[in-house]
């Protein structure tokens, strides 16, 4: 998510587009100048528009059996698209001077910022007036930050190993044997969602561009059916805590031996519903498309939205737990983060999302390079 604050690659269009050859010509000019990717804009901005809706349904799922078996498969795939996509901008992340300073401006800040903010407002909201402020655990929505920061930082690692995933993997399925990991910094859940991440890492563009075929379109529909159909069948008899990754085996009530097994299942099932969703995301620029750069600023403003809404009682009428009110919920949680992705939203809340604080940091060479360089070309293009 913050990966907006990196230049986007070019993926070549799959969707009846060119060939390989002339996808890879075609994706070479944007590639040199600069320009965001629509697709990874459009996935980023759609996969925001599921954790919204996915937010939303929270307070229903007691009443409805059809929106608990939604929101199982909505969370079974929205966060590992997101976690996937930050791992594949991350790969060129080499712990330089200009990346620490992106990682600390783009993630740190951001994380204190908000997880004071929560903690102050859910004071308010949950009727708690002494929950402490604690930056080493992180309330709602921040955990994300606090694990993209540790993903990101052990990036060089994970590029000079021999087998990446398999090693991700087999310390994912050795957090859920231990419930002494801990709350700090959500450590459970970063160790359990860091396949994803590793994934990504190791993606190229032509593995997106596999996903985005058309019988690859065409065969999402019957999985998409079939994933609705087995959580369905799968809410009254287990729960929906797995996909959350935040919780040992033991934790859950649950034999130790199924948190490696259930790790190696969800993450399977995952992998399968992220290509479906991936298939449909369009490669062409949308009305939403310059959303995606902001998604950011929706997944952690839109907390608030949420987190207020159970509290002034948008969900005590009765008609909001029909079918036709959980579809005006969904409706009303897209229109929300949609606004709070837009730029003037952007705008207003960049000083704390991307804050510059050139003081803090010390100029290295490079910058002062940069700076001649910047002088020069002004200087060409005035004469």
Same mark, same amino acid.
């Given at each position: 998510?913050?990966?907006?604050? =990196?230049?986007?690659?070019?993926?070549?269009?799959?969707?009846?587009?060119?060939?390989?050859?002339?996808?890879?010509?075609?994706?070479?000019?944007?590639?040199?100048?600069?320009?965001?990717?629509?697709?990874?804009?459009?996935?980023?901005?759609?996969?925001? $528009?599921?954790?919204?809706? %996915?937010?939303?349904?929270?307070?229903?799922?007691?009443?409805? +059996?059809?929106?608990?078996?939604?929101?199982?498969?909505?969370? &079974?795939?929205?966060?590992?698209?997101?976690?996937?996509?930050?791992?594949?901008?991350?790969?060129?992340?080499?712990?330089?001077?200009?990346?620490?300073?992106?990682?600390?401006?783009?993630?740190?800040?951001?994380?204190?910022?908000?997880?004071? &903010?929560?903690?102050?407002?859910?004071? #308010?909201?949950?009727?708690?007036?002494?929950?402490?402020?604690?930056?080493?655990?992180?309330?709602? /929505?921040?955990?994300?930050?606090? &694990?993209?920061?540790?993903?990101?930082?052990?990036?060089?690692?994970? +590029?000079?190993?021999?087998?990446?995933?398999?090693?991700?993997?087999?310390?994912?399925? /050795?957090?859920?044997?231990?419930?002494?990991?801990?709350?700090?910094?959500?450590?459970?859940?970063?160790?359990?969602?860091?396949?994803?991440?590793?994934?990504?890492?190791?993606?190229?563009?032509?593995?997106?561009?596999?996903?985005?075929?058309?019988?690859?379109?065409?065969? !999402?529909?019957?999985?998409?059916? !079939?994933?609705?159909?087995?959580?369905?069948?799968?809410?009254?008899?287990?729960?929906?805590?797995?996909?959350?990754? +935040?919780?040992?085996?033991?934790? =859950? !009530?649950?034999?130790?031996?199924? %948190?490696?097994?259930?790790?190696?299942?969800?993450?399977?099932?995952?992998?399968?519903? $992220?290509?479906?969703?991936?298939? #449909?995301?369009?490669?062409?620029?949308?009305?939403?498309?310059?959303?995606?750069?902001?998604?950011?600023?929706?997944?952690?403003?839109?907390?608030?939205?949420?987190?207020?809404?159970?509290?002034?009682? #948008?969900?005590?009428?009765? #008609?909001?737990?029909?079918?036709?009110?959980?579809?005006?919920?969904?409706?009303?949680?897209?229109?929300?983060?949609?606004?709070?992705?837009?730029?003037?939203?952007? +705008?207003?809340?960049?000083?704390?999302?991307?804050?510059?604080?050139?003081?803090?940091?010390?100029?290295? &060479?490079?910058?002062?390079?940069?700076?001649?360089?910047?002088?020069?070309?002004?200087?060409?293009?005035?004469?």
């Amino acid at each position: 998510m913050s990966e907006e604050t =990196l230049r986007m690659r070019a993926v070549a269009p799959a969707d009846g587009g060119p060939g390989r050859k002339e996808a890879s010509e075609a994706a070479a000019p944007a590639q040199r100048s600069g320009h965001r990717d629509a697709f990874f804009d459009n996935a980023k901005y759609l996969a925001i $528009v599921l954790v919204a809706m %996915g937010h939303s349904w929270e307070p229903l799922r007691d009443g409805s +059996r059809a929106a608990s078996a939604l929101y199982m498969v909505v969370y &079974a795939f929205h966060m590992p698209a997101f976690i996937i996509i930050s791992g594949y901008f991350s790969r060129s992340f080499d712990a330089g001077p200009g990346r620490i300073r992106r990682l600390i401006t783009g993630l740190a800040v951001p994380y204190v910022v908000f997880e004071t &903010a929560y903690t102050l407002f859910t004071r #308010w909201t949950d009727q708690e007036p002494d929950r402490p402020i604690s930056l080493l655990d992180p309330l709602y /929505l921040t955990w994300f930050l606090a &694990a993209l920061f540790i993903w990101r930082l052990t990036t060089p690692v994970w +590029r000079h190993v021999r087998w990446p995933l398999p090693i991700a993997l087999v310390i994912a399925m /050795l957090a859920t044997l231990s419930p002494n990991v801990g709350n700090d910094l959500d450590l459970q859940r970063t160790l359990q969602f860091l396949p994803y991440f590793v994934l990504g890492l190791c993606l190229k563009p032509e593995h997106f561009r596999l996903v985005r075929r058309r019988k690859v379109r065409i065969l !999402a529909v019957p999985v998409f059916a !079939a994933a609705l159909a087995v959580a369905y069948w799968a809410v009254p008899r287990m729960t929906g805590a797995w996909f959350y990754h +935040r919780d040992s085996a033991d934790e =859950l !009530a649950a034999p130790s031996w199924s %948190g490696p097994v259930m790790t190696l299942v969800i993450f399977g099932c995952s992998l399968v519903l $992220v290509a479906c969703f991936l298939s #449909w995301v369009p490669g062409r620029r949308a009305w939403f498309t310059v959303l995606g750069a902001g998604t950011l600023y929706g997944y952690l403003l839109h907390g608030f939205v949420a987190q207020g809404s159970k509290f002034w009682g #948008w969900y005590e009428p009765e #008609w909001v737990h029909r079918p036709l009110g959980e579809l005006v919920v969904a409706a009303v949680a897209a229109v929300v983060v949609t606004a709070l992705c837009t730029p003037p939203v952007r +705008r207003l809340f960049r000083g704390v999302m991307e804050p510059e604080m050139a003081w803090v940091f010390r100029r290295d &060479a490079r910058d002062q390079a940069r700076e001649r360089n910047a002088v020069r070309e002004r200087t060409a293009v005035r004469e």
